[in-house]
């Protein structure tokens, strides 16, 4: 599950960045596509029920006019952020471990 929660965050990053260069507040991304705005924010922090469906990635892209692969597909960049993701999120489960014993 780890590694899909760190592909959510990811996704959610890109969703943030292109709703940025829209120009859009999350607010007014979510009143376009008749959402809430939660919604837009748990996607963002890749916290979206830690399952965001197809037909929403889609509604999304179309709403910041972009390819929907564009928030799929990660290049080399994003599978070094991705990497680094995972090891910060692996040294915080581990400091939880030591801070439980």
Do not use: W
């Amino acid at each position: 599950m780890g590694q899909h929660l760190t592909i959510y965050k990811l996704i959610g990053a890109k969703v943030a960045y292109y709703r940025k260069l829209n120009g859009y507040s999350q607010a007014e991304l979510a009143n376009c596509m008749h959402l809430n705005r939660s919604v837009i924010t748990r996607i963002e922090s890749g916290t979206y029920n830690n399952n965001i469906p197809l037909n929403l990635l889609f509604s999304l892209a179309e709403a910041m006019h972009i390819d929907a692969v564009v928030l799929i597909t990660f290049d080399k960049n994003d599978r070094y952020f991705l990497t680094k993701l995972k090891q910060e999120m692996h040294k915080e489960h581990v400091a939880e471990e030591i801070n439980i014993s």
